[in-house]
């Protein structure tokens, strides 16, 4: 039974209370948020990160042909060195923030006069080369980043880190309120079934829809945007992790890196979360678990890192209070969820 009905009037009701209810109506009820607990016997804790992995999601995701899939964040200005990546910023401060959030858990930075040495390393701390973080005295080209020789990170050779006052006015950012949504095109995954493989495949499209704004942009932080696949009663749109890793779907997925802000997002703003749940389901998208044979029953949502000697691929899970990302078995029987993400920097007023 669908609670778009049920879901509309808690919302009407909501937005009529006072502010300082607001919170605790937002709220679903334990019973609503609870999941089926089957869904934590594939997960296994992360502990330990690959840096070079990390680090190249940060800024590019590329497959294994070595093929653009999407840029994360930056452009190559020059056609002719696309490995040559530009970033504007505000100012040198950004710029060093901007290039901690690379940084994977649990590694370090060495500060040296003028920035910053990091050295990846994979998960049992081997060396994976190195890349260097340095401020400059140029008024145009506030920092830059170089890669060291050997190291095999693709289609990145140099960031630079590009004042906003030079980056050119056509690429104004537009202004983002947290709790509105705006249209935009998203990666749409669906999976048809083959005859002649007995088999359902994957395909990547491109489709307009509806992002929700969990954090505006307007207060001098970054603006978050997300669209979650519908938990919705068609196998077509979420199968078993296995369904992501044939064809390499999930190199369609959220990164790691773009994953941990939307959790550092949803551990701090639990009512935020619950509130945009219920403001979806009200339209009908069927962002909540729903229940039925042919849904997830859960909000856990699987990214695009995949171990592929082990056969694990990470997940973000926020069926709890304290979300958490973690590995789960590409074998699983269990079904999965989706989602789209974006940044945008913070609004200028000119």
Not at 118 to 140: C, I, M, P, W
Not at 197 to 210: P, Q, R, T
Request: negative net charge; proline residues 5%; glycine residues 6%.
């Amino acid at each position: 039974m669908k609670k778009n009905l049920f879901y509309f009037f808690i919302l009407m009701a909501v937005a009529m209370m006072p502010l300082a209810s607001c919170e605790k109506e937002n709220m679903r009820t334990e019973e609503e948020k609870k999941h089926d607990p089957q869904s934590d016997e594939d997960q296994i804790e992360i502990t330990g990160y690959d840096g070079l992995e990390y680090f190249q999601n940060s800024i590019v995701v590329v497959d294994n042909a070595g093929k653009v899939v999407r840029r994360v964040c930056g452009e190559p200005l020059d056609p002719s060195t696309p490995d040559v990546i530009s970033i504007p910023v505000k100012n040198q401060n950004e710029a060093m923030e901007t290039f901690l959030k690379w940084i994977a858990p649990g590694k370090e930075v060495r500060p040296v006069e003028g920035g910053y040495d990091y050295k990846l390393t994979d998960e049992a701390g081997n060396s994976q080369g190195a890349v260097e973080f340095r401020y400059t005295a140029d008024e145009v080209v506030l920092a830059t980043l170089s890669v060291e020789e050997g190291t095999n990170l693709k289609m990145i050779s140099q960031v630079n880190f590009v004042s906003d006052d030079f980056w050119g006015e056509n690429d104004a950012v537009a202004l983002y309120e947290a709790g509105k949504t705006y249209t935009m095109q998203a990666t749409v995954l669906e999976w048809v079934f083959s005859s002649s493989e007995n088999d359902f495949l994957g395909i990547v499209d491109k489709a307009d829809k509806l992002f929700y704004c969990i954090q505006g942009n307007g207060n001098g932080e970054e603006a978050i945007l997300v669209w979650l696949s519908p938990d919705t009663n068609m196998d077509e749109l979420h199968p078993t992790p296995s369904g992501y890793i044939k064809r390499e779907l999930y190199y369609h997925l959220p990164t790691e890196p773009e994953a941990r802000r939307v959790l550092d997002f949803y551990n701090e703003n639990q009512a935020a979360w619950e509130k945009m749940l219920i403001s979806m389901d009200a339209l009908g998208y069927e962002w909540s678990p729903q229940s039925g044979g042919e849904t997830t029953g859960n909000s856990e949502f699987l990214l695009n890192s995949y171990d592929k000697d082990a056969n694990r691929i990470k997940c973000l899970d926020l069926d709890d209070d304290e979300g958490e990302i973690i590995k789960v078995r590409g074998w699983s029987w269990l079904k999965y969820r989706y989602m789209n993400i974006r940044f945008f920097p913070p609004y200028v007023e000119e």
